[in-house]
């Protein structure tokens, strides 16, 4: 004959894994929903930025 505490613990050790499961499985379709609803974006045109970097100079004494 089962207790009513060890029968409620059995229930929790089951309960958990499976929200948890519920979970991971509702994200990942939820970003899957999201993913295929907004489509891939159009490629942009090649940008090409130019300039001028500025130039530091170090001069480290020689050791004694």
């Known amino acids: 004959m089962a207790t009513p ?3 409620g613990k059995g229930k929790r050790a089951v309960a958990v894994p ?7 499985v509702a994200v990942l379709l939820g970003a899957a929903a999201g993913y295929f609803a907004r489509g891939e974006p159009d490629a ?7 300039g001028e970097l500025p130039t530091v100079t170090v001069t480290v ?4």
Do not use: Y
Not at 44 to 50: A, D, I, N
């Open 18 to 24: 499976v929200f948890i499961a519920a979970v991971l």
């Open 61 to 64: 004494p020689q050791a004694p």
């Open 44 to 50: 942009g045109s090649p940008v090409t930025v130019e």
């Open 5 to 7: 505490q060890s029968s």
